[in-house]
């Protein structure tokens, strides 16, 4: 079983829509990532959080430690935000090996 | 220009054939990373290195070697190609400061095809 699972696989939205990518992983951890991957195959990062919440234009980012789990949450979606969606986090156990989940493909219709 | 720029980005060979991906970043950063991306997968982290002799194999090292020339350069090396390694393959670089974990910035990646 992978250690960080991403739910749904794939998610199609109208432009406008609140979406929400959840991230659920099974070890302990120091910090986890957030990173949108475009069509064209290149791979940014969002965010990078060990606790609370972050925001950043329509993206926010939430994580809660106790409960293993990381959602991330775009507002007002718009095409331009289709994307593959990864979550990714570096583990306790081994602090230099990030894990990553499979990610979650986004397709935002106009 | 970009910061992380991995050559070649697309390449395709033959079993058996030696394969070098090339990785040079301009951002400063002493952290870099090789990894591999198949479908339906997450990306498998290789190899990394800390800086120039500090070299660590990752998850999946095993058919693959890398070479540290400098801060700035970090290549990957399929001794003997063979086809499931066919994939796309991404360098990526971090800072680090001092106990916390910084983000990664990737290069753009290169599909590798291995006939």
């Known amino acids: 079983k992978n250690e960080v699972e991403q739910s749904p696989q794939n998610l199609t939205a109208q432009e406008g829509e609140f979406i929400t990518i959840n991230c659920s992983y099974s070890v302990g951890i120091s910090a986890l990532h957030w990173l949108q991957q475009h069509p064209g195959g290149g791979i940014v990062s969002l965010f990078m959080l060990s606790s609370g919440k972050k925001k950043h234009g329509r993206l926010i980012a939430t994580i809660n430690i106790q409960e293993k789990h990381s959602s991330l949450h775009i507002t007002a979606s718009h095409p331009r935000d289709s994307a593959v969606y990864i979550c990714a986090v570096y583990p306790s156990y081994n602090n230099n090996d990030m894990r990553f989940g499979a990610g979650t493909r986004l397709t935002v219709k106009p | ?115």
């Open chain 2, 1 to 115: 220009d970009a910061d992380v720029t991995q050559t070649p980005r697309n390449r395709i060979t033959k079993t058996g054939k030696r394969i070098m991906l090339e990785c040079s970043q301009t951002k400063g950063h002493d952290r870099m990373y090789w990894y591999r991306q198949d479908p339906g997968l997450g990306l498998r982290l290789i190899y990394y290195s800390f800086d120039v002799k500090d070299i660590n194999k990752g998850e999946i090292s095993d058919g693959y070697s890398v070479s540290r020339q400098a801060q700035a350069k970090f290549s990957l090396s399929l001794e003997s190609a063979i086809p499931n390694q066919t994939a796309l393959y991404f360098c990526a670089t971090s800072d680090y400061s001092g106990g916390s974990y910084n983000e990664q910035f990737f290069g753009p990646g290169t599909r590798l095809t291995v006939l």
